[in-house]
């Protein structure tokens, strides 16, 4: 079930909205892919990039980051985390979307679209990261982010 809404964080958030339709397209699907594909949750570049920060730098935090993808535009970060994770994902400033394997091909540096590519390939990292961790580390991750704008 994929979600064509907004999610929308406060104006004290710090986030950026992020359209839920908006996906990273990646390769097709390998064969050896797994049964269960992961879900992606899309963020805003600048929120993402401290997310990562904050969980690389907490390397105690179940499993670390997984693989992280990026646009070409350099809008959007996309993180794996497990399936199903869509139907309850309710961070403000974030979209969840499942992705049913739709693109999904782990081995490969860089998958085949020319605008989108792995800030951290699948095996470089974990599977995917975990959820509880993820929303943690975006909330701290916005709450850095307005203390830094308001600092200006």
Known sequence: MESTGMNTAPASSGATPVPAATAVAVAPMAPAASAEAPDLVTVPTRQGLEAV?????????????????????????????????????????????????????????????????????????????????????????ARLIEAADNCR
């Open 53 to 141: 920060d904050i969980i690389r730098r907490a390397a105690s935090l179940a499993g670390g980051v997984g693989p992280v993808l990026h646009d070409g535009s350099g809008d959007t970060l996309g993180f794996l985390v497990p399936p199903g994770t869509a139907d309850a994902w309710d961070m403000p400033g974030s979209a969840c979307t499942q992705t049913n394997g739709r693109g999904m091909r782990f081995g490969d540096v860089s998958p085949t679209a020319d605008d989108t590519g792995w800030l951290l390939p699948p095996e470089a990292v974990g599977p995917v990261t975990d959820p509880d961790v993820l929303r943690a580390a975006l909330g701290e991750a």
